[in-house]
């Protein structure tokens, strides 16, 4: 046999013939050490119930923050401040009716959240909720998104060029003389955020940063020199990875990109493939993103409710896999993730259910993982070749006591067209549990010019793969002419 690359890092976008690949539910793990491979292919942590939040099942969270001790959620009309082991209610306050999702910012003291008509403040020590007055109390009236940073509430004015700030440490209170307006563009303003200490203003085709230079009342000046031409995407596709902001962004030539700043560096993350897809979506400007962390990965997880699609990308690698909850292409369950003491939460997008990213659970509360790659084209200078073994180093032995996955099956098919069609499927056993020398391997697929091999598990257990080997025969064989 002979060790090949079966394994790359693209995602299938463009064109079939430049790259077949898929990876779903599964991401890369670089080895250092190179000790039996370099590359391993591991699966993607399994949604594990922990609780539900409120009483109504019907209702997903509409933001999810956390602090030290808290877990905080919008649902339906009410705000709650919940118990982050039991997820039990322990206070809560009124916000306008509705799905679409709010804003939370969270600060030693104080919640403030905007739910894109008025503002709310809960005073997290005396655990009192007030309904702030649009103007007086409230001046950033109709508001999609407020943020914490450097002391000072901020939120932005819809459909203009001025963002408020409150008063230092106090979302209660907001100079009417505490205002300023983006400084580089005639643009409008559609969020903020907070990195690194800076005060992020996003609009529709650029973003800026602002600090903290102490004036008063409103204590922010513009970075001129990190201004910069990405515009926001999508207002919910922001979350912070590992010290960085990630967003879905679109450039100057109204192409959607996801891009990270890092401090006042801001690049393009997202690869021509995914950019193809993204962009034949309907629409984008609905993208939601969560967070996570498994080992060393960092995760940024991006999902398109209309184009009913989730994209993983591992910060720690740079690369892009696809994630999806049951065996039909749809999106992933997971919506928001917000860390609140010492772990890290994921909302349902469809129901209460909260949920923690689990490595040892191998189904999404019960629904199947369809673990899935496609290989890279295996070909050997465009020459006709015949394959006679295909060998595949996995984990074996993982099979289940009893039930789905007792005797688990790895199910692979191949294409001789670039990924176009595929053969019938032909499984293969993944060996019953304490099977440690199992070895999963497929023979006779004939000969062709081009080889692409998709391979495919839907039993809840462990997926690592590690290596793949052939037997190719690079000898001449007639071709037929056409």
């Known amino acids: 046999m002979k060790i090949i690359p079966l394994f790359g890092n ?6 079939q013939v430049i790259t077949a690949q898929r990876r779903l539910n599964c991401y890369l793990e670089n080895r250092e050490d190179g000790d039996k491979t370099k590359i391993a292919i591991l699966g993607t942590p399994g949604l594990a119930a922990v609780f539900a939040i409120g009483s109504n099942v019907n209702l997903p969270m509409r933001a999810l923050a956390g602090d030290a001790n808290y877990l905080y959620a919008c649902v339906g009309s009410s705000f709650l401040q919940c118990n982050a082991v039991t997820g039990a209610t322990l206070n809560s306050g009124a916000i306008g009716p509705g799905t679409s999702l709010c804003s939370m910012a969270v600060s030693p003291t104080q919640v403030v959240i905007t739910d894109g008509i008025t503002g709310y403040v809960f005073n997290i020590a005396t655990q009192v909720y007030t309904t702030l007055t649009s103007g007086s109390t409230w001046p950033a009236v109709g508001s999609r998104t407020v943020t914490y940073v450097s002391g000072f509430f901020v939120a932005e004015q819809p459909g203009t060029q001025a963002f408020w700030v409150s008063n230092a440490f106090d979302g209660s209170t907001w100079n009417a003389l505490a205002t300023a307006s983006a400084a580089s563009t005639g643009d409008t303003i559609l969020a903020v955020d907070n990195l690194s200490g800076n005060l992020i203003i996003f609009m529709g085709q ?118 999806q909850t049951g065996n039909v292409m749809a999106r992933h369950w997971g919506n928001l993730s917000a860390w609140a003491a010492g772990n890290n939460y994921v909302s349902d997008y469809a129901s209460n259910q909260i949920y923690k990213m689990s490595p040892t659970s191998y189904t999404d509360n019960g629904q199947t993982i369809i673990r899935q790659v496609i290989t890279r084209h295996v ?38 067209d670039n990924g176009r069609t595929w053969s ?35 039993d809840p257990v462990k997926f690592v793969i590690t290596q793949g080997a052939i037997k190719l025969s690079e000898r001449q064989i007639p071709e037929k002419l056409g």
């Open 424 to 458: 019938a499927e032909r499984w293969a056993p993944l060996g019953k549990i304490g099977m440690y020398l199992w070895r999963v391997i497929w023979r006779r697929f004939g000969s062709a010019r081009d080889y692409v091999f998709s391979i495919t598990l839907s």
């Open 206 to 323: 650029a973003m800026e940063y602002w600090q903290n230079v102490g004036n008063s009342p409103q204590p922010f000046q513009p970075v001129l020199s990190a201004f910069n031409q990405w515009g926001l995407g999508a207002i919910f596709s922001r979350a912070h990875v590992d010290q960085s902001l990630l967003f879905l962004a679109v450039n100057t030539n109204g192409t959607a990109q996801v891009v990270k700043a890092n401090y006042y560096s801001v690049t393009a993350i997202s690869t021509p493939d995914l950019e193809t897809i993204i962009n034949s979506f309907s629409t984008f400007s609905d993208a939601v993103a969560l967070t996570y962390q498994v080992g060393k990965h960092p995760m940024y997880q991006l999902t398109f409710p209309t184009a009913n699609r989730s994209f993983l990308y591992d910060n720690s690698t740079g690369i892009w896999s696809e994630v």
């Open 379 to 416: 070909l050997s200078q465009f020459n006709r070749v015949r394959i006679s073994l295909l060998y595949l180093d996995m984990e074996t032995g993982v099979g289940l006591q009893t039930g789905q996955g007792s005797n688990p099956q790895i199910m692979l098919k191949s294409s001789k």
């Open 10 to 15: 693209s995602i299938s976008g463009e064109s």
